[in-house]
Each structure stands twice: as structure tokens, then as C-alpha cells.
């Protein structure tokens, strides 16, 4: 038995492979390239259409996948071999101790970036804040063995109907250890010209629908500081 390749850990499933090894033991140590499962062996840009159908990878530059983990396979033999999503994660178990584990997950980097690219186009400002703020808290009790909690089904509602514009192309850019979200195209896009361009013209409201909109918006602002001087005004002051 070579015990030299037996000195890490490696555990390979869907969403990636997790490495463990001497230098995570540590807080301080990197992994050595020798460690990670796939060897670096593309050096060339490589463009790639991901395309989400209710928030679900369904195709790959046209290839379309009826089982979604056909498409996470698919995109991992396309991306590790550029060493994409190599990192070292430090998470919290629950009896209390922090835990160091190396991980390549090439496929699963680019979806979640990709998907939030087209999320952060299609969704409004207040379901990309809650969609946030609930993912963080599923994670952690999914992490915990918590799945059965009935809690769980309530945001899963939530995540399922945040999912159901979730609709169109994204457009990424492989390169050597990294890549590049370079842009999305979707039928539900809310960066729409129609209604005026960032920091350019707006069509949908004039000058004087702003200056209302403000003086209503800042009203309670407004009336906090001129309570709070007022009260200022008549406090007397105390001579030391």
C-alpha cells in the first residue's frame, strides 16, 4: 500500500470534493497542488451559456439536461480541469469547534455565481434582501440536521416562489483558477431601457414627482430632527 497518496482525505461527491490533510489541521497552511483531485491541465479562455429555467441549470452551450445533476457533472468535467473553485472552507460544527477543509467545486462556484447574476436582474430589491437573509438561516439548520423542521417548508415556499422568473441565459468567461461572469440575458430582465438607464435618463417619473417623493420619504426624518431640537432648545444647560 503506497502510504504517501494516503496522507489526505478525499471525499468526492456532487456539489464538489472535499480534501483534508495535514495542512488543514491548522490555520495558517495552504493546500499543495499535489493535494487537489484535478490537475490544472486548460490554460485557454472558454466561453460558456448557462441557462436556468425557474432557477434551475437546465442547459450548457445548448446541451440540454433533464436531470440537473447531469448538468452539475457536465460542468464540473468542463471547469476543474481549470482549476476553478479551489478554496479552503473554516465552518462551525455544532458541538462548537471550528472545522478546515480543503474543497474543489468547480461547477457548484460558477452556478451559485451565475444563478445570483441572473437572480440580481430578475428579482426585486426586497427579494434579493430576504431570499438572503433566509438562505443563511436554511444552511445552517440544514447543516444541523434540522431538515424536518417545519420551518424549512415555510422558506422553501418562499425560495420556490422567488425562483419562478428566475428565467434566462448567463454568460461566463473560464480562465486558469478563475472566471468571469460577463453578463445575462432574460426575458424578465428589470434593467430595462424602457424605463430609464442608470445614471443616464429617466423615463418614468419628472422632477417634480422626485422632490415629492423625497419630502415624503425624509417626513419622519424631518420631524425627528425638529422635535429633537426643539427639546434641545429648552433643556436648560448646568453651570459645573
Known amino acids: 500500500m503506497n502510504f504517501e497518496k494516503a496522507i489526505y482525505s478525499i471525499n468526492k461527491g456532487i456539489w464538489g470534493t472535499s480534501v483534508g490533510g495535514k495542512e488543514t489541521l491548522s490555520s495558517h497552511l495552504p493546500l499543495s497542488d499535489e493535494a487537489w483531485p484535478t490537475a490544472v491541465t486548460k490554460t485557454n479562455a472558454e466561453k460558456l451559456k448557462l441557462s436556468f429555467e425557474k432557477g434551475e441549470l437546465k442547459s450548457i452551450n445548448d446541451m440540454y439536461f433533464e436531470n440537473p445533476v447531469d448538468a452539475i457533472e457536465e460542468l464540473a468535467r468542463i471547469a476543474s480541469p481549470f482549476g476553478i473553485g479551489r478554496d479552503i472552507h473554516v465552518g462551525d ?9 480543503g474543497f474543489e467545486a468547480a461547477a457548484s462556484i460558477i452556478i451559485i455565481k451565475a444563478h445570483h447574476a441572473l437572480e440580481k436582474h430578475v428579482l426585486t430589491k426586497w427579494q434579493l434582501y430576504w ?10 439548520w440544514m447543516h444541523e440536521g434540522q431538515y424536518l423542521d417545519p420551518s424549512m417548508r415555510d422558506m422553501e415556499a418562499f425560495f420556490e416562489s422567488t425562483q419562478q422568473m428566475v428565467n434566462g441565459e448567463v454568460f461566463v468567461t473560464l480562465l486558469p483558477y478563475r472566471f468571469n461572469i460577463d453578463g445575462i440575458s432574460s426575458p424578465h430582465d428589470l434593467m430595462n431601457d424602457k424605463f430609464g438607464s442608470y445614471g443616464e435618463m429617466n423615463r418614468g417619473f419628472t422632477g417634480d414627482d422626485v422632490k415629492g417623493f423625497t419630502k415624503i420619504f425624509g417626513n419622519q426624518t424631518a420631524i425627528y430632527h425638529q422635535v429633537n431640537n426643539l427639546q434641545n432648545t429648552l433643556m436648560p444647560i448646568e453651570n459645573d
Open 93 to 101: 460544527t455544532i458541538i462548537g469547534i471550528k472545522g478546515r477543509v
Open 131 to 140: 431570499k438572503d437573509q433566509l438562505a443563511l438561516w436554511y444552511g445552517n
